[in-house]
């Protein structure tokens, strides 16, 4: 598996994986994104298709925001969206941020033991966030050096990476 970023012939793929995760959709943030905040946008790679991204952005100064991530269900629980998050904290921590959050659905219990587990903590609820009313979990985390380098041993352990250049 290789983690890069992403490139505007990924479009379609990252559409594709975005559409079976999410039930809102705006295909137009993603290109928008691209143009925007190129060194955060990453996809997983896996026998040359896109199997999964990653897309942040600056929210302040001091913190990054994921806005999303997601990956193909056929390669679920197989480690990837662990290995997509360290790689954004890597480019994240590497462009000065301090912080970093997201917000994921208070239904989505999964993901919430993945974040808590990676270090985020639950900061607050964002009451009918989503568009069909379901309440938001804001929740943060503090990059920080000795954290990332042992993310990059977890790595390695998990599923070997390589980082292509740009």
Known sequence: MIIRQFEPDDFQDVLLIEMEAFSEHNPFLYINFYETNRDYFLVAQAGGSVVGYVVGYQLTEMEGRIFSIAVNSEYKN???GTQLLYA????????????????????????QKLYR??????????????????DGIIMKMRLHQPFLLNALKIKEEVVPIRHEPV
């Open 78 to 80: 197989c480690g990837i």
């Open 88 to 111: 954004i904290f890597d480019v994240l921590y590497e462009n000065a941020f301090q912080y970093v959050s997201l917000e994921v659905r208070a239904s989505n219990k999964g993901a």
């Open 117 to 134: 587990r990676l270090g985020f903590v639950p900061c607050w609820i964002e009451e009918g966030y989503y568009s069909d009313g379901e």
